[in-house]
């Protein structure tokens, strides 16, 4: 059984920061790739950020480029977003996924796992 757990979610000022991980357990995902995605209150979910384990690229939506690193560490089979200067309008539940191409995707229908999902709240 695959299974993301995402945790590092929870309220922070504007400017502030968060740091998400998402710890991957049931197989290794060194050939998958790792999305972030997040769905704002009353809106779609969106993507933020993607990478390829194997490769290390990364892709970022242009509303968090500049602001949002994502990571991974293969040792621990788990996925960072950090998250910095942090704005209102990235309140969302943010959600962790994993494609089992290595070529991650900005569209959520290519991933095949999904994490629970942790709440990040940026107050003004």
């Known amino acids: 059984q695959v299974q993301l757990v995402e945790s590092g979610g929870g309220l922070v000022q504007a400017g502030g920061s968060l740091r998400l991980s998402c710890a991957a357990s049931g197989r290794t995902f060194s050939s998958y790739a790792m999305g972030w995605f997040r769905q704002p209150p009353g809106k779609e979910r969106e993507f933020v950020a993607g990478?390829?384990?194997?490769?290390?690229?990364?892709a970022y939506a242009d509303s968090v480029k500049g602001r949002f690193t994502i990571s991974g560490d293969n040792a621990k089979n788990t996925v960072y977003l950090q998250m910095n200067s942090l704005k209102p309008e990235d309140t969302a539940v943010y959600y962790c996924a994993a494609d089992r191409s290595p070529i991650f995707s900005t569209t959520q229908l290519a991933y095949d796992y999904w994490g629970q999902g942790t709440q990040v709240t940026v107050s003004s």
């Open positions: 990478i390829s384990w194997r490769s290390g690229n990364a």
